[in-house]
């Protein structure tokens, strides 16, 4: 994991992720409460994608082994 250097003394290392929790923690609860939303939502997001791109593959492994695809791989692209 990074770790920055405090302005006070060069020595001091601080990990990143504790400074920006720190950070996170001297913020209004109106402000904290948005970042938690909007990270949520980017989990949701992410997860939505996940499941699509799962359904997706699991269809055509489906159809693959079905022996309903009659593509020969070596010619889906134009040279």
């Known amino acids: ?5 405090t302005a006070q003394n060069p ?3 601080i990990n990143v992720v504790d400074a920006l929790w720190t950070l996170i923690q001297s913020q209004t609860k109106a402000v904290r409460k948005e970042l938690t939303q909007r990270l949520l939502a ?4 992410t997860k939505a994608q996940q499941k699509m791109v799962r359904e997706s593959l699991t269809r055509a492994f489906n159809q693959l082994h079905a022996g309903k ?7 889906l692209f134009a040279e």
């Open 1 to 5: 994991m990074e770790t920055i250097t």
């Open 11 to 13: 020595q001091d290392k």
């Open 42 to 45: 980017e989990q949701e997001s």
């Open 69 to 75: 695809v009659n593509h020969d791989a070596r010619n």
